[in-house]
């Protein structure tokens, strides 16, 4: 495979499951969150981003060094490391405020839908870093 070739392949290996996200996460913004199948629904997709995330982050990050893009590996594997750090400590509060929602407490689905904001800017922040990055990787090295 040609350099530019890997840097394309990286690319869409991380876009990919990032563009899906973001399209896919604001249709949770017009249902409530205080129903528990769509709370569950809203918890499984960000468990499995995180989890595809770690996954894409790291094929990518390896394919990246493997082609001496050494910074441009750097800069994914921080998105990698984002993804694998962040998971326990998100889904954690996703299920607390689960927990809370469930004994009675009326202001977790609020603090549910922060954090389902929380996520979707995050991986907006991300999505336009690593798009704003194209250039950059797909110099040849």
Not at 29 to 49: E, K, S, T, W, Y
Not at 114 to 130: E, T
């Amino acid at each position: 495979m040609t350099p530019d070739a890997v840097a394309v392949a990286v690319m869409i290996i991380l876009l990919f499951p990032m563009s899906y996200f973001t399209l896919a996460s604001p249709a949770f913004l017009l249902v409530r969150l205080d129903i528990q199948p769509v709370a569950q629904l809203l918890r499984g997709m960000f468990n499995a981003h995180f989890l595809v995330m770690r996954v894409a982050g790291v094929i990518a990050t390896v394919a990246l060094v493997l082609d001496g893009r050494l910074l441009a590996a750097l800069g994914v594997a921080a998105i990698a490391a984002l993804a694998i750090c962040g998971r326990p400590w998100f889904m954690r509060r996703f299920d607390d405020q689960l927990s809370a929602r469930d004994a009675g407490d009326v202001e977790a689905a609020r603090r549910l839908r922060r954090l389902h904001w929380s996520g979707m800017l995050g991986n907006a922040v991300l999505l336009v870093a690593l798009v704003a990055g194209i250039p950059y990787v797909a110099m040849p090295a």
